[in-house]
C-alpha cells in the first residue's frame, strides 16, 4: 500500500510563493494519476491539479492555472505543487492523493492519499 507524506505548508502573506512537496513510499503505476486537493473546513475537498505518475500529462483546476504548477520527481518518488502569488483564498489543508484508475477530476476516484498540509495566507 502506497503512502504519501505531504510537507511545505505553512503561514505566508499574499503574493508570497510556497512550494508543497508529496513523498511516495514507493513508485506506482506509470499512468496512476497524482493529484493535489484542498479544503477548507465546512466545504468540499477541492481538485487542484493533477499529473501521471510518468509525468507526461498535467491537469489543472482552471482558476488556478498560471499560478500553480505540478511537478514530479521520478527518481525521488516525490510530486510538487509550486503555489505562486498566494492569495487569502488559497489558505486550506492541501492533501495530495493518487488514482490508480479513474477520472482524476473527482477526489472519489483516488486510492491512497496523505494526511495533509496546512497552507495559511495572510492579507
Avoid: H
Wanted: glycine fraction near 10%; proline fraction near 2%; hydrophobic fraction near 30%.
Amino acid at each position: 500500500q502506497v503512502q504519501l507524506v505531504e510537507s511545505g505548508g505553512g503561514l505566508v502573506q499574499a503574493g508570497e510563493s510556497l512550494r508543497l512537496s508529496c513523498s511516495a513510499s514507493e513508485p506506482t503505476f506509470d499512468d496512476a494519476y497524482v493529484a493535489w486537493f484542498r479544503q477548507v473546513p465546512g466545504k468540499e475537498r477541492q481538485f487542484v491539479a493533477a499529473t501521471t505518475w510518468l509525468g507526461d500529462r498535467t491537469y489543472y483546476q482552471n482558476s488556478l492555472k498560471g499560478r500553480f504548477t505540478i511537478s514530479r520527481d521520478g527518481a525521488k518518488n516525490i510530486v510538487y505543487l509550486q503555489m505562486n502569488d498566494l492569495k487569502p483564498e488559497d489558505t486550506a489543508v492541501y492533501y495530495c492523493a493518487i488514482s490508480l484508475s479513474g477520472n482524476y477530476y473527482y477526489s472519489g476516484s483516488y486510492d491512497y492519499w496523505g494526511q495533509g498540509t496546512q497552507v495559511t495566507v495572510s492579507s
